[in-house]
């Protein structure tokens, strides 16, 4: 039921989308098959001189982790101490309050690949509205009318449509931002703990970096910006 749920849903969202997506340019696909070719080594992606052309490094407190894990859910994570007061830390689990340094950290991961497939089962022509499937803010009207749809095709089944809502409002909760004049799409996100979640789109691949160099978003945003940019200049030129 999930699964049905989801497809329905998600299929929804790309009709109440559909005429805002865009084909992917020779250049963009070129990118794609270039950032492939780079075989999830995140490290390369995004290097600490990379990082280090933006933002001030202190290289007695900085780490490098690479993870043992390979391919979409691989990472290569860099810290360094903060400026920053430690974050009081409250437990889900007891409840207790401790303390943590605020590091500095910046993230690039999740180095991902749509397919001819992924087109073909939502009936899309491009990647550009997939992505937008899982970023983009709906307007009140849009879920309306995704509303409207579901509850027609979920007529016979009261439980489902009930689920479907819930999916529903979650989505409009969303909180990414569009990013403008990066990779083909972007989209961000802020968080207190670890920052600002970058999403980019380039051709048929897109990744993720999380970033946290300042404790103002907008500062922080522009910092994941640049880092974004020297990933994709690695296959530009």
Known sequence: MKKILYLLFSAGIMSACSGTGETSAESSDAISQCLAAKDYKYEELLTKADI???VSIDESSFKEDISST????????????????EKEITSKVTGSVFKRPDKNQVTIKMLDFYEDSDLKLYEQDAAIDLFDQSYKKLSQAEHDELLANMKKKLANNSDGFEKAKKMMDARMKFTYELVADLGDRAYWKWND???????????SAK?????????????????AVQFAEEVLAKCEG
Do not use: M
Not at 218 to 223: F, P, Y
């Open 193 to 203: 703990d670890y920052g600002i979640e970058l999403v980019v789109l380039a051709g």
């Open 70 to 85: 390979k391919g979409k859910y691989g990472s290569c994570v860099y810290t360094w101490e903060s400026d920053r007061p």
């Open 207 to 223: 990744f993720t970096i999380l970033s946290k160099t300042t404790e103002e978003p907008e500062t922080s945003l522009n910092h």
């Open 52 to 54: 280090a052309k933006h």
